[in-house]
């Protein structure tokens, strides 16, 4: 594949298993057992009841845009050659936000509350990164 | 606060653009700051500057100023920083751990070449694996709000660009701002989009500066070479991701407005003018919305109209802000040193008449992901 010129996620044994679902293409929300309160981006607590007994849980991966903006000039590693692209908040259908971009769509035609899903970029032999597209 | 602590000296580092170090310009404006009280380096007993940019914190800043302080204070949360120090530094006085507290800025961001807004935001923690992959920039973390803001709100592009158009007018009364030739709202949607739906002149400037302010304890205050400005409120308060649950459009100052209005025991009614963040455009307006001077989402048709002009309701940013004046990336302590000039009447040209107290508004980091707010409300002797 081509070199992939974009950030890369630093991951540690924290966010592995994010990671691994993320090359599985299943994008994994994690779910307190203490509380039941879910959240993104994942962490070893829950940010509600600060326990540390968190499941892992498949998500189906559909939201709407939350936010979004498109871009036009930005310094930002290997997204210079991309120019325009969409940075967004997906509110997933589970309620939590992920901070992503959107691909696959025209930037201007892009609207806050339009219906999308995951997609995987495999960007080398262990990442594979999410980010949404049209549903 | 019953005897509130006094704001004896502030200085503003002219320049724009510098062939002086960070190093320097907190030196020159603190020499200046303390000349302004009326004091001397051997008084200063308490230091406050940010942690952030390596060289330039309270280690290697006291260290090259040669100060001995018994506090020190390097609290980092953004461009509200010097907002918070005055906070932090009253605290200190209140308490006894010192009482001449010295607060210092200094940066190059322009001389650098440093793309504020527009560069990669990524800090080295542990969220940028979940945020970083992205095309993250400062501007780009701000127009989500903005987009959103006009979603549910119907807020204009417009309407944005009045808060602009009004620190620009200012700035041309300020002689050492950035950009002083005036502008209009077509000028500001007709320029450039960056990062959909703020354009280029909806965004700050990248300059050079720095500034020093002293806080004294109020027994200092007969001896100050210039009328103080007392500390009347200080209230600080960081929203966040909140784990996925956010509410981006109600940003910290929803929660530090009513708790300053409130400490000074002031309404809106009472602030002669306001000093409020402006790294963009949304953020003024959500800012004003927050700390209560309109409705939530009525901060479009509040700024309509010239209200935040010199001889409008409510005068903000008369500098010129970081919008046209000069913004080296944090840019806290500016807000401090214009208001507490504007309360002791020596903004000349651009001095709002009468004026008694004052609102100071910090907002540090993004809109849009994580932020700090420090709010100051400051009255004349």
Redesign the interface.
């Known amino acids: 594949m081509a070199e992939y010129t974009?950030?890369?996620?630093?991951?540690?044994a924290?966010?592995r298993p994010f990671w691994e679902g993320c090359k599985r293409r299943q994008l994994l929300v994690q779910r307190c057992r203490a509380c039941g309160?879910?959240?993104?981006?994942?962490?070893g607590v829950c940010?509600?009841c600060w326990s540390d007994d968190l499941e892992w849980l498949p998500s189906p991966g559909r939201g709407r845009v939350?936010?979004?903006?498109?871009?036009?000039?930005?310094?930002?590693?290997?997204?210079r050659d991309?120019l325009p692209?969409v940075?967004?908040?997906v509110e997933l259908d589970e309620?939590?936000?992920?901070?992503?971009?959107l691909v696959g769509c025209d930037p201007e035609k892009v609207r806050?509350?339009m219906e999308v899903r995951v997609t995987f970029e495999d960007v080398n032999a262990d990442v594979s990164?999410p980010?949404f597209t049209p549903a | 606060m019953t005897r509130a602590p006094l704001i004896a000296g502030v200085y503003e580092f002219p320049e724009r653009k510098t062939a002086k170090s960070a190093l320097e310009i907190q030196a020159i404006s603190a020499r200046a700051a303390l000349a302004d009280a009326g004091l001397a380096p051997k008084d200063v007993d308490g230091y406050f500057t940010v942690g952030t940019n390596p060289g330039v914190g309270p280690l290697a800043t006291v260290d090259y100023l040669n100060l001995n302080p018994r506090y020190i204070d390097g609290t980092t949360i953004g461009g509200s920083s010097f907002v918070a120090h005055v906070n932090h530094a009253a605290a200190a006085i209140a308490e006894g751990r010192c009482r001449v507290a010295l607060i210092t800025y200094g940066s190059t961001s322009r001389s650098s070449g440093i793309?504020v807004g527009?560069?990669?935001r990524?800090a080295g923690e542990?969220?940028?694996?979940?945020?970083?992959?992205?095309?993250?920039?400062t501007v780009?973390?701000y127009?989500?709000?903005?987009?959103?803001h006009m979603?549910v709100y119907g807020t204009t592009g417009a309407q944005l660009a009045e808060i602009a158009v009004a620190c620009r007018r200012h700035a041309g009364l300020n002689p050492v701002a950035l950009y002083r030739e005036p502008i209009t709202i077509d000028d500001v949607v007709r320029s450039?989009?960056?990062?959909?739906?703020?354009h280029l002149l909806d965004c700050c400037v990248i300059t050079d500066g720095g500034g020093a302010v002293v806080v004294v304890h109020p027994d200092l205050g007969r001896d100050l070479r210039k009328p103080p400005v007392r500390l009347l409120a200080g209230a600080e308060a960081i929203a966040h991701?909140?784990?996925?649950?956010?509410d981006?459009l109600v940003s910290a100052a929803a929660q530090t407005g009513p708790r300053a209005l409130a400490e000074a025991g002031v309404s809106h009614d009472d602030i002669d003018m306001a000093m409020i963040y402006d790294s963009f455009t949304i953020t003024v307006l959500v800012t004003l919305e927050d700390l209560g001077f309109c409705k939530k989402g009525d901060g479009g048709r509040f700024v309509e109209g010239g209200r935040l002009g010199l001889g409008g309701a409510l005068p903000v940013n008369t500098d010129g802000g970081g919008l046209s004046s000069n913004h080296p990336g944090m840019r806290g302590i500016f807000l401090v040193i214009e208001a507490v000039k504007q309360l002791r009447g020596e903004c000349g040209a651009r001095q709002v008449p009468d004026c008694r107290v004052a609102l100071v508004h910090g907002t540090g980091g993004t809109l849009?992901?994580r932020h700090s707010s420090a709010t100051l409300i400051l009255g004349a002797t």
């Not at chain 1, 309620?95 to 971009?101: D, E, K, P």
């Not at chain 2, 542990?126 to 920039?137: P, T």
């Not at chain 2, 450039?192 to 703020?198: D, E, F, G, V």
């Open positions: 974009k950030p890369l996620p630093e991951i540690t924290e966010s309160a879910r959240q993104h981006y994942p962490r940010a509600a939350y936010s979004f903006t498109v871009t036009h000039r930005t310094q930002a590693r290997g997204f991309e692209y940075l967004a908040w309620g939590v936000q992920v901070l992503t971009n806050i509350g990164i980010r | 793309a527009t560069r990669e990524i542990y969220v940028d694996q979940f945020e970083g992959l992205y095309g993250i920039s780009g973390l127009a989500l709000v903005a987009q959103r979603h450039p989009m960056i990062s959909s739906p703020l991701t909140a784990a996925g649950h956010r981006y849009g992901t």
